[in-house]
Every structure is written in C-alpha cells, then in structure tokens.
C-alpha cells in the first residue's frame, strides 16, 4: 500500500497546447444537416479562450497492491505457478477537457442536455469564461488477474514454458490527454457521473497466452569433425502468443459539442440494445461490420410525456418539405403504444446506456522463429563465439487488426441518427504480415575484460561464493555425523565385547552386515534422490538413522546387534551418492572437486571429533548404563534434529532458490545446462549395460581394496592401538584421530591441485599406490607403536586424498546423466560391502598384534 503523489506531468499538460503533449479544437459552428446545437453558452470572452483549474488539496492518491502464488516442482524439470494478482487505486487523477459546461439534469431515462426550441443558449457554470480544462482527483481502478506457468527448464537440449492470464482491469478513466498510448476510447468524458464511466480499461486484455520454447540441435555424433562443425551449435526458438483484444467505445457522431465541452470528440453514447443475437457485440469473422450495428439505437424517450417535455426537436435533415418531422422505425422497439410496427421516439439530447468499452476489439494471436548458430573456438578463448542469427516475425502470416479507428469507424450513426454503414470497419492492423529481421553475425569473447563477461565475472564469484557458503557447511555437518553414527561401534567394540560377551568374530560380522542394508537400498536410494527430492530424502535418512543408532545402546544378544546395524545400513543408504548428486546440481565442473573435498573433509575430521568425543563418552556410567551405551544414544539424537531442520534449509533446485538473486540463480542455471548439454553428446549406456560395463567392474575393485584398508583401519585401529600401547581408551582415541588429520591436509591439498591443473586419473590413483604402500610396511612394523602410528598416519592420509571424491566431481564421467546416480550408487554400495565381507573374513584368521604380545598370550 502505498501513496502517489500528484506528478508534475500531470499539470503542464493541462496548459502546454504543444503537440503531442496536448492538441486542442473547437467546434461552434456546425454545418446544415448536422446535430442542432441546443446547447450554446453565454460567455464574456471568446468561446475557445483556455482557462485551467486544479484541486488545491486534492484527496490522498494510494494504491494498493497484493498477490498470492503457489508453486510446486513437479518433476526436477518441471515446475508449475498458479498466482492471484490484485492491485486498487483510490482517488487517481481525472482530467477533464471542460468543467465549465451546461450540466445536463438525471432523470428516469439517464442524463438529458438541456434544449430551448428557439436555440436561445444556456449559461455554462461560470459564463465569465469559456473552456475550462480542470483535473480533479476522484478516479478509481480496479485489477484482478489469475496467472498461470507451467516451465520445463532444459534437459536434452529443450526447454519451454507457458504462461495464461486470465485478468480484468476496470476503471474511470485510462488515458490523462489526447493522444495517449490507448487511442481506442474517448479523450473526453463526462465528469458529472464517474459511475457511467466505469468501464473496462482501455488497456484491459483479458485473456493472455503466451508459450515459448528453445531447442538445442544435438549434433550428429558419427560426422567427421567438419560435419559436426557444420551441423553442431544451431538453437532454434520459437514464442507463440495469443490475447484478446483491448475494448473500445460505440460512438454517436453527432458532429457538435452538444454538453458544450469545447471538444471534437462525438458525443457518447448510443443505447444498447438486448434482444436476440445481442449477447456480444462483435463479430468477430466479418472485418468490414466488425460491430453488430443492429445491436445498437439512437436514444430512445421512454414515453411520449417524456419525449414532450425533454427532448430535442429533429434535426433539420428530419423535417420533410412539409415541415413535419419523421421518426425513425426500429423493428426492435416497436411504437409505445404497443399497435406493431409503430414510430419510436428518438431522443437525440438523451445520453444513452452503452456505456465505455463495452466492446472487444480483434484479438492478437502471432508465432515468432529464430534460429542461431554458434560456432566457439576454444583456441582463441573459451567463451570466444561467433554467432549467426535470424529472426522471423509473425511466421504464419496471420493478420492482426486494430480496433476501429476512433471515430470514423466507431460511430454507429451519424449526426442526423442514420447509421453510418462503416461502424466496425476494421482498417488497420498491428501487423503486415512475414516481418524477417535482417540476418546478423555477433562476434562475442565474454571472456574478454570490459566486455559483457566483467559483468557475468562478478556475478559468478558472487553466485559461486553464496551458494558454497549455504549448502557446503550444513553438508559437512550431515557427514561428520553420518560418519559419527557409522564409525561409532569401533570405538564402542573397547567396552561392548566385554559387556556382552562378544568375541571379535561377533563384533567384525556386525560393523559389516551394516554395509548388507547399505547395498540392499543403495541403487534405489541413489534413484529416489534424482528423481524425487534430494532435500527430503536426506532429511529422511538422517531421521531414521539417528532413531536406529539410538537403538543399539539397548542390544545385548548378538542376533540384535547384527539387526540393528542392518538397520543401521538401510537407513543410511543413498546419503553418500544422494549428496554428491545433490552438488551437481549446484556446482559447475571447475569448481566441483573444491565442493566434494570439501564435503568429503567431514569423513576425516568426523574421526578427529569422534574420536576424543568417544573415548569421552566411554567413561561415563549415568544411570546405570555403561559409556558405550552412552556413545549411541548421544551421537544419534543430532542426526534426528539435523534432518528436521535439512527440510526447510536445503533447496532441490536452483530455480526454487528464494535466497539466490535472480541474476545469480540465472547464472548458475545457464552453466549447468550447458555443461548438460556437452554430456548429453557422448555416448551414454542404458542402466543394466552399465552394471555390466568393464569400467564399473573395475571401479568396484578399486573401491573394493581401497575401502578395505580404509575400514580395516576405521574399526580396528583403536583395538590395535590400545593392545600396543596398553593406555587409557581416552588417549587411545585421541592417538586414533592421528591419520585423520593428515587426512584431512592430504585431501585439501589434493583437490586444490586437481581443480587447478583439471586432472582427475592420476590425482586418484597416486594416493592409492601410496596408501597400501605404507599399509604393506605397517604389517611389517607392527610390533613397533611409533613405526605402527607413523604408517597408519600415512595410509589415512593417502586414502583421503584419492580417487572416490575425485572421480564423483567428474559428474556422468562415463554414462551421461541419466544413470550416473545409479553408477554411483552401484560402486559405493558393492565396493563397501564386498570389502567389509573380507575385511570380517581376515580378522577371523589372523590378529595384527597376535605375536608374542602379553595380552594375547593371556
């Protein structure tokens, strides 16, 4: 809601005769056969003598303005709008070309002119002057709109979006002079009743469709490189719109000034008629009586009474050369006194009741078409383009006309009340026809300082910034207690064993069968969060793990612990993959592998936390519960608060970001889908030919031995440790964070360094090398705890730092987007589950500190 202060335009041109700022006529001199002129004033000074009058403390001018929208994803690529627009302004400026006029009376029939049968002339409000132009502040207006989208955003080189408007906007006035934007009503309307002017407004459109799309050619991919130049980087685009027409109004060409306005404009209005075949107006085939005359009449008196004591002798043009008058026989309003086909009787100083607007002009319906072609050369610069373009208008040809020229051909009748026989001609239109633009070839390097591209820099820094400060953090909290929740029972195996009797076989079987549920749900998951809702997926695994994790302070049969951390499993399936697609949807290539490292950080540091915090927990005894009792309860509520906020903090897309400015959310939409759009032209595989592919089978055995040494060290490090050192669980949990501090360092490092020389094979392998290098020596040097610390340091530190994070930053590396979750699903959950079964199978044989140690001698 808001005030509008009276605008200095608004006054000049009350007094500024300039053209066209304001044009100004006179008639007082009407010709022979034209409408009697039974209103002339008495005025001192020359008739067209211009005076203007203003409101000194005019009324408060507001409008308010409100809306409603509803929008719904419906698909990842498809999303819907439905909105409610309204807007009302009270007290808007109304010009007035006279003020001073002869005011007509109000009777039962509407507004009459006063009239002397000698043509004596009536005194105006003030006949000290002549015209009087004045503006006053008492108009009002109205809008309603329902809005309708529905947008596909690309995918597979296609986009296209919708929109209907369905709307009605409603006022006094439209237009503040003549010679306005909307030409299609009268400049000149009646002050006295602001009720009769209520009408649609001049510019009122009610129904608006409007469908554009873009499609990316895709280029062949079996042409030679000259082919794919030839037939790749063409973009066709197309806007289809439709509308109705704006409305105007039916005139009565009187050819005077009968209210003595001291304006040309005809006089309105006709009346209306209502009878049959005169529900509308228009019609809307017939371009030469696009109005339905026979829908419309000279003003009528109601009754012969009236028509004796208020209406106008006939013009001239009506006496025959007798003298006697002859009257006008309308078939639909037979005589009054109901004898058939009897005279009616015309009123020509009535006002009549059709009223402003009441018609609809032409509709608009035009299909537009351009094609570009954009040929980038990488060897001058990355953005370099040169970009051929041409635009077609209005491609099917099809004839838009205007409404009726005002007043030539919205004049129902003439001065003398005959009809003009071109009301409703339609004599122009907002089109001719095929309109190609001139072809044209931009040559743009964005990438160039100064040009465009500084603009687009600033916004990126500014998008890639805000969006890494949002998501980033709050995922690296999800993970280190994922990771918290997951890892916990190798802290807990240094009490629980003891507790329960279980032996290590029990306890090895059972950090394993978690990674059963994990494999069982890990595929579906991955599908779930791509094709549903990432936001509400993650939330839901953080929930039931957290609640299942809390679970596990309250085993104490072996068949429970194997359940609950099956549960445990199948709760967190899809959490890793789910999030690193979740990244693609918001982190270009260039800076993917700084997000996942980042994200992947949590692993590591979940260790550096977790440890300290668990040998912390362990010494607790509250209420009679052990402190590994302890460590599952108080390590699982945070995932259950954290997936009850992850529903309203994180954002499926960036087109329902609401906290990312619109030019940095149209930023990172357009970089994303050109990267789709350079994946979508390899060769990709259908789901099974993936599973079945070499690729994935041997990055199944990559993350199968990476990942047993990784949970070799995760669950049985503090075990090792404590058996070398023999200290306390609380230092021995802070020597078990030692690896995960290099590790951390070692993953950072290596993926600033992979980012900047855009290298991701061997950035993935070396650390692998590494790591089971310093694993070998380690077995080797087991009887020594420093050697033992320093190579388990190393070994953590290599594995952070390879290839999982890396490989997932090179999104659809191998299979193109439409199965590049489930390919990450696939690894993860095989290779970690694979690994765990021989991970369990390796310490049923043999112990890492078995020899000659005094606490396995005992």
Not at 673 to 695: G, M, V, Y
Not at 705 to 725: D, N, V
């Amino acid at each position: 809601l808001f005030d509008v202060q009276p605008l200095p335009y608004q006054f000049p041109l009350m007094v500024t005769q300039a053209i066209p700022f304001f044009s100004y006529t006179v008639d007082k001199s009407p010709g022979n056969g034209s409408f009697y002129n039974f209103g002339g004033q008495n005025v001192i000074f020359p008739a067209n003598r211009l005076r203007v009058s203003f409101i000194p403390h005019p009324k408060r001018t507001y409008v308010g303005q409100w809306n409603l929208n509803i929008q719904q994803q419906i698909t990842p690529s498809i999303a819907g709008m439905v909105a409610y627009v309204g807007s009302r302004g009270v007290h808007q400026p109304f010009r007035i070309d006279d003020g001073n006029m002869v005011v007509p009376s109000l009777t039962s029939a509407g507004y009459v002119f006063p009239f002397n049968s000698d043509g004596s002339p009536f005194d105006p409000i003030n006949p000290h002057f002549g015209s009087v132009r004045t503006m006053l502040y008492e108009g009002q207006s109205y809008y309603h709109a329902l809005e309708t989208q529905l947008a596909k955003r690309m995918s597979h080189g296609f986009q296209v979006q919708g929109t209907f408007t369905w709307s009605k906007s409603i006022d006094t006035s439209s237009a503040s002079v003549a010679g306005d934007s909307f030409g299609n009503s009268l400049s000149s309307l009646p002050w006295y009743d602001l009720k009769a002017d209520r009408g649609p407004s001049d510019f009122n459109v009610g129904r608006t469709l409007v469908v554009n799309g873009v499609w990316d050619v895709p280029t062949p991919k079996s042409m030679s490189a000259p082919g794919q130049w030839a037939l790749g980087g063409w973009e066709l685009g197309i806007i289809f719109t439709a509308s109705d027409g704006v409305p105007f109004t039916p005139t009565w060409g009187t050819g005077s000034d009968p209210s003595n306005s001291n304006s040309g404009d005809d006089w309105a209005f006709p009346s209306r008629l209502t009878g049959s075949g005169c529900r509308s107006l228009t019609d809307p085939g017939n371009r030469t009586n696009y109005v339905k005359t026979q829908c419309f009449q000279v003003p009528t008196a109601p009754s012969l009474a009236f028509w004796n004591a208020n209406c106008n002798p006939a013009p001239p043009s009506l006496v025959d050369s007798s003298g006697n008058q002859i009257v006008i026989n309308n078939p639909q309003n037979p005589g009054l006194d109901g004898a058939g086909w009897l005279p009616a009787l015309p009123c020509f100083n009535l006002r009549g009741n059709s009223g402003r607007n009441v018609v609809v002009g032409p509709g608009v319906a035009s299909l537009d078409f351009s094609v570009f072609k954009n040929n980038y050369i990488p060897s001058i610069s990355e953005k370099f383009n040169i970009q051929f373009r041409a635009e077609m208008f209005n491609i099917i040809n099809h004839p838009n006309f205007a409404p009726p020229t005002t007043p030539d051909n919205t004049d129902i009748f003439d001065g003398t009340g005959a009809p003009t026989g071109v009301a409703g001609l339609l004599s122009k239109t907002t089109t001719t026809g095929i309109m190609p633009s001139r072809p044209t070839i931009l040559i743009k390097d964005t990438s160039v300082p100064g040009s465009p591209s500084s603009v687009d820099s600033e916004v990126a820094n500014r998008a890639r910034r805000r969006i890494g400060r949002r998501l980033l953090p709050f995922l690296f909290l999800l993970y280190v207690v994922a990771f918290l929740d997951r890892m916990n029972v190798g802290a807990a195996a240094l009490q629980m064993p003891h507790d329960l009797g279980f032996s290590e076989r029990i306890v090895g079987l059972g950090a394993g069968v978690f990674f059963l549920g994990y494999f069982l749900l890990g595929i579906p998951g991955a599908l779930i969060v791509e094709q549903w809702s990432a936001r509400r997926w993650i939330a839901r695994i953080l929930i039931s793990w957290g609640i299942v994790t809390v679970f596990m302070a309250f085993i104490h049969t072996a068949h429970q612990f194997y359940l609950v951390r099956f549960l445990v499993g199948a709760a967190e399936a899809g959490f890793l993959p789910g999030v690193i697609i979740y990244l693609t949807h918001w982190f270009r290539y260039q800076d993917r592998a700084k997000a996942v490292a980042f994200f992947y950080a949590a692993n590591p540091l979940s260790y550096v936390i977790g440890s300290p915090l668990a040998g912390l927990l362990l010494g607790l005894s509250w209420l009679g519960l052990r402190g590994w009792r302890w460590l599952f309860i108080i390590e699982g509520i945070p995932a259950v608060v954290l997936g009850i906020i992850t529903i309203w903090y994180l954002t499926d897309w960036p087109e329902q970001a609401g906290w990312l400015p619109k030019d940095e959310k149209r930023w990172i939409i357009t970089e994303l889908e050109r990267e789709k759009q350079t994946k979508n032209s390899r060769h990709s595989f259908k789901i099974w030919e993936a599973f079945r592919h070499r690729d994935v089978l041997l990055l199944i055995g990559c993350y199968f031995c990476a990942m047993t040494g990784s949970y070799g060290i995760a669950f049985w490090l503090p075990t090792i440790l404590k058996r070398l050192s023999g200290q306390s669980d609380l230092k021995v949990t802070l020597l078990a964070a030692l690896p995960y501090i290099a590790a951390f360092v070692a993953q950072q490092l290596n993926g600033w360094h992979s980012d900047l020389t855009r290298e991701r094979r061997w950035h993935a392998a070396a650390p692998l090398f590494i790591c089971g290098f310093a694993l070998a020596l380690a077995v080797a040097y087991r009887a020594s705890l420093p050697a033992s610390i320093g190579l388990f340091i190393i070994a953590g530190g290599a594995f952070y730092g390879q290839f999982r994070w890396l490989l997932w930053a090179d999104d659809c590396w191998l299979f193109g987007d439409a199965y590049a979750f489930v390919q990450r699903g696939f690894v993860v959950s095989r290779g970690e589950f694979i690994s765990l079964r021989y991970v369990h199978a390796i310490s049923r044989q043999a112990n890492y500190c078995r020899r000659d140690m005094s606490s396995d001698q005992k």
